[in-house]
């Protein structure tokens, strides 16, 4: 085990976390809602350190980003764990792990050997995803720093429910994020993740104003988050708030984990939240789980300039200066040159 960083002892032997928006103040011998931070005796320690339960090679638009080095491969590592409870989750089996499971479920992998790792697979980055990077945090610190020097980035899959302390510590590795909002109403958050909208509302924006590069994922749930309402105040939230540069990652559900009765969202829906997406100002809105090509088009002379077939990148035409070849109008993002036009 390791001693967890943010956080700050109590009397009594108690701690006070100060990682994640849940605040747990811990007792002697208790866990935090993660249920991977333990408090023995006033001092908080991570019980994930370097405990891989998952690692792949991922297409960086898997993750998703679109705008982030499209077509290059993220190296993708997870330890068990997660701060959230989410109904539909689809990763349960590694997120919702019991404490005692840690050690037989997962391996022990020292940061160096996950940067060698990446460097080996032709990785441009290091994704902390499939469950919440924010848990690992102390982990995937020491990786970030290291991936830093071996001229890797660093980009989480994150539910957003971090602290600003956190991000702050964070914000000089952390290159950027593909935030999960679960949608737009506080309720929905209470009753089917277990957390609050505010925080990670907060966190959204404080990822822009550290500039971290931002983009946002929303799963459209029947019956949970697909009222037009609700999704027209999300789009307005992030076209106002985050910018209209920030990409929005409309997503298909499938049941899974303990909402196997409720039906796929239909697609007609996720159509529907794509146009109010760009009804809302959003430049760059994206169907998830669709089958198809989604394409990135230029905003201002709708040139289409990166067409892609599932993860996969079919053409680039944004030029060596991430501008419209066509018109000039600077396309959002970050290595997102292509052929040199």
Known sequence: MKEAQ???????????????????????????????????????????????????????????????????????????????????????????????????????VAPARIVSAAQQAG??????????????FEYAQDTARLAQEAEL???????????????????????????????????????????????????????????????????VIPEVNDDPAELRDAANFIAQELGPETPWHLSRFFPSYRMTDTLPTPISTIERAVEIGREAGLRYVYAGNVAGEAHTNCHVCGRNLIRRSGHTIIENKVSVLEQCPQCGTPVAGVGMAGEKV
């Open 123 to 136: 990785c441009q980055s290091i994704a902390y995803t499939y469950t919440e990077p924010t848990i690992f």
């Open 6 to 108: 943010l956080y700050k002892k109590l009397s009594d032997d108690k701690v006070h976390c100060h990682l994640c928006a849940h605040h747990c103040v811990i007792v002697d011998k208790g866990h935090g809602v993660c249920q991977v931070r333990e408090n023995r005796a006033g001092t908080l320690y991570t019980l994930v350190y370097g405990r891989i339960i998952a690692r792949h090679v991922d297409p960086i638009e898997k993750k998703p980003f679109f705008h982030f080095y499209p077509g290059s491969q993220a190296y993708s590592i997870a330890t068990p764990g997660c701060n959230f409870r989410c109904q539909w989750c689809q990763n349960a089996d590694i997120s919702q792990v019991q404490r005692e499971q840690i050690t037989v479920m997962s391996e022990e």
């Open 153 to 219: 980035a660093n980009v989480f899959v994150t539910n957003g429910f971090m602290t600003e302390a956190m991000l702050e510590a964070a914000q000089p590795w952390l290159d950027a994020a593909n935030v999960d909002l679960k949608g737009f109403r506080d309720e929905v958050y209470r009753e089917y993740v277990g957390a609050r909208l505010q925080p990670v509302l907060d966190s959204l924006k404080k990822m822009k104003m550290l500039n971290i590069w931002l983009e946002v994922t929303t799963l």
